[in-house]
């Protein structure tokens, strides 16, 4: 059936179908509302496909979750699937999807606190939240960074800047994954292996970032990430504590793993 022949009832249900599919990767339908500055009540009549967005709302969801029009045509899983991933003949004996298929038990889905020194100011530390999900095949990764860190670098500090988005891979031992912020203007690497604690819920390892040598800043930290599971007022507990904070205020296990007095090698 050609766009031709789509009723607008069909469209509307085309959309809402996407929509649904596309919430499916944020925890909370009233949240997700606000960062697209859309009524919940209006935007649950999309869901539904009992109501259709005006233009401007149209491409500002569009703009939001990176996709186009054809969300009105089409399942959004059959949107984009090209050559544009690493499912790219040229990489399939390199980052096949055996690679990006990341087990659950390797790399568990939901929300982790993770903690780090922070690249500026050798005497803060970072502590935050990002929610691993799976979506198509893969793994993917979502967090915000502080405000803070964004002041620190003369940048605004909306959501839509602060928010960052990642693939995460299976390696030999652990996971590591690739992560940037819209349009890839910074990105970062991090490589995590799971650490033997009494709930097996910890992970180790480091975060580098894709910038040049400077005199006064970090490139490569350790990192901490502790899983907390997919429990939402967990995860908002977590995130009340996140920022900037000294190291005398890290979790003692975090303060533990991070082994602040010994350099990075």
């Not at 949240?31 to 709302?57: C, I, K, M, W």
């Not at 399942?75 to 390199?94: C, H, K, M, T, W």
């Not at 995130?239 to 303060?255: I, M, N, Q, V, W």
Request: net charge positive; glycine share 6%.
């Amino acid at each position: 059936m050609s766009y031709r022949d789509k009723s607008p009832a069909e469209l509307r249900n085309m959309l809402g179908a996407n929509l649904r599919h596309l919430a499916q990767s944020y925890p909370s339908i009233s949240a997700l509302s606000r960062q697209l500055g859309v009524n919940r009540t209006q935007f649950n009549r999309y869901l539904a496909g009992e109501s259709f967005p005006r233009p401007d709302v149209l491409a500002r969801i569009c703009t939001f979750f990176d996709v186009d029009v054809r969300i009105l045509l089409s399942p959004v899983a059959e949107i984009g699937a090209d050559d544009r991933n690493l499912s790219d003949p040229y990489l399939q004996d390199f980052l096949s999807d055996a690679a990006v298929n990341v087990p659950e038990t390797l790399f568990p889905s939901g929300f982790y606190r993770f903690s780090r020194r922070s690249f500026f100011d050798q005497n803060q530390f970072i502590v935050g939240l990002v929610y691993v999900l799976r979506k198509n095949g893969s793994t993917f990764i979502r967090g915000f960074e502080p405000r803070e860190a964004l002041t620190v670098q003369g940048l605004p500090q909306d959501s839509r800047t602060r928010e960052y988005r990642g693939l995460v891979i299976r390696q030999d031992d652990g996971i590591a994954s690739m992560v940037a912020r819209r349009g890839a203007v910074t990105c970062s690497f991090t490589h995590l292996v799971r650490e033997m604690s009494f709930e097996n819920n910890y992970w180790v390892g480091y975060v580098a970032r894709t910038i040049r040598e400077t005199i006064t800043t970090k490139r490569v930290e350790r990192l901490v990430y502790e899983h907390l599971g997919t429990d939402l007022s967990k995860a908002l507990a977590a995130a009340r504590t996140s920022g900037y904070c000294e190291l005398k205020d890290l979790l003692p296990f975090h303060k533990r793993l991070l082994r602040p007095s010994e350099p990075f090698r």
